[in-house]
């Protein structure tokens, strides 16, 4: 069993910055890739970024290449999303995820993952 627990979500203006970090317990962190994906009101949870086990690897969605950055402290059990240049389209709840079942990048399909967080909402407004 793996507990995840999201933190660092917030109301920021456009523009701005936030880091979510995601802190994982319970089983060999280090062996699992881990993602974020993110769910607006009355949308479907959409792929967000994803990092190898090792972190040499990662995946965006095209949306926020450029802006956002994954990365992961395999000592400290914690994956992290650094956002910037945040836009209004952005607001969601943000979940992390971890994936025992890939050596790599996990597709981006939910189901591949075997662990969620409860999610932190991050909003993004004027």
């Known amino acids: 069993q793996v507990q995840l627990v999201e933190s660092g979500g917030g109301l920021v203006q456009p523009g701005g910055s936030l880091r979510l970090s995601c802190a994982a317990s319970?089983?060999?962190?280090?062996?699992?890739?881990m993602g974020w994906f993110r769910q607006a009101p009355g949308k479907e949870r959409e792929f967000v970024a994803a990092i190898s086990w090792s972190g040499g690897s990662t995946d965006y969605v095209d949306s926020v290449k450029g802006r956002f950055a994954i990365s992961r402290d395999n000592a400290k059990n914690t994956v992290y999303l650094q956002m910037n240049s945040l836009k209004l389209e952005d607001t969601a709840v943000y979940f992390c995820?971890?994936?025992?079942?890939?050596?790599?990048?996990?597709?981006?399909?939910?189901?591949?993952?075997?662990?969620w967080g409860q999610g932190t909402q991050v909003t993004v407004s004027s």
């Open positions: 319970g089983r060999t962190f280090s062996s699992a890739a």
């Open positions: 995820a971890a994936d025992f079942g890939w050596f790599g990048v996990p597709p981006r399909r939910p189901g591949t993952y075997d662990y």
